[in-house]
Nanobody, 129 residues
Framework: DLELVESGGGSVNSGGSLRLVCEFS????????MGWFRQVPGKEPEGVAA???????SYADSVKDRFTISGDHSKRTFSLQMTRLKVEDTARYYC???????????????????????RGRGTPVTVSS
């Protein structure tokens, strides 16, 4: 199994930036499907971004052009660079990963991030006006 640990969350003013990092340990695979999702108490998790084994990325419309997902398969880390943060981005952010994803012919979309097999415990992000 994989264990995922997020870091980099915190508090920032509207318009600011944060970089979330996810590191994973456990059984080593050559490639991973990776994603980020967020959740606000009382609401369903929202897929934010995803990256597949070919480096193809997908973003939720709400974060497109503001967030960037990237991954390093050999180092087993991936990150979410968040810029121009808005108050509505406030949530607990989770990284997720899978080692075998066959839906959509192996293509992972942002909305799939909560469905990936492994996930971390999350890191809080608070954006103040």
């Amino acid at each position: 199994d994989l264990e995922l640990v997020e870091s980099g969350g915190g508090s920032v003013n509207s318009g600011g930036s944060l970089r979330l990092v996810c590191e994973f340990s456990g059984i080593a695979y050559s490639y991973y499907w990776m994603g980020w999702f967020r959740q606000v108490p009382g609401k369903e998790p929202e897929g934010v971004a995803a990256i597949d084994t070919n480096g193809r990325t997908s973003y939720a419309d709400s974060v497109k052009d503001r967030f960037t997902i990237s991954g390093d398969h050999s180092k087993r880390t991936f990150s979410l660079q968040m810029t121009r943060l808005k108050v509505e981005d406030t949530a607990r952010y989770y990284c997720s990963a899978d080692t075998y994803w066959t839906a959509r012919g192996g293509i992972v979309e942002a909305e799939d991030a909560p469905k990936l097999k492994y996930r971390g415990r999350g890191t809080p992000v608070t954006v103040s006006s």
